[in-house]
């Protein structure tokens, strides 16, 4: 899947959905960023939320396991090569659901982190919409409900402290097009999406969460 990433990279340099967006705004305001203050970028993609940070003060570093998002290290989210603590807060946007392990990402993003972890994600809806994600995207993996992601939190020793959750949107077109969908298979993910595709608009619906070490 790495070199699927690869491939990708550029598209989500440009990709509107990832460069904005309140989610965007949300993690970057829990992430607390300021001199001083060191963050950590997990699955980092086309680097918006680093570039965010670093625009408000905070020391980066970000880490991705495709090579071709041009991270600072290379690696999985499960497998972060950086001692205990090493870092204030960690912060991962709209990648989670890619992992094969989230339980043990979000472990080690605890593990690295002195204070919080924010993580954002889409949610789970539907099997039928988890069929038209994979469908799309042969790297997706699942979508986690808010239930199932404070059951990850707690097991990684963190308390959630904020949650938000919100409905982003996206061009549908635009979203098929990131993963090279192929045009057979369009019709059908939107048939799989619950009636969640609207004026040319994908329905996103969001979580955000802020946990501190318990």
Known sequence: MTDLWNDRAQAYRESATHASGDDLDLVVEWCEPGPGVNVLDVATGGGHVARRLRERGATVVTVDAAPGMEPDAIAPADHLPFADASFDAVACRIAAHHFPDVLAAVKE?????????????????SESAEQADRLRDPSHVRNYGVPEWHSFFELAGLRVVDEAFMVRDTGFEDWLD???????????????????????????????LKGVKA
């Open 109 to 125: 993003m605890a593990r690295v982190a002195r204070d919080r972890v924010v993580i954002c994600d889409n949610t789970f809806t």
């Open 178 to 208: 990131r993963t090279e969908t192929p045009a057979d298979a369009r019709l059908r993910v939107r048939e799989l999406l619950d009636g969640r595709v609207h004026d040319g608009r994908l329905e996103l619906p969001t979580v955000v």
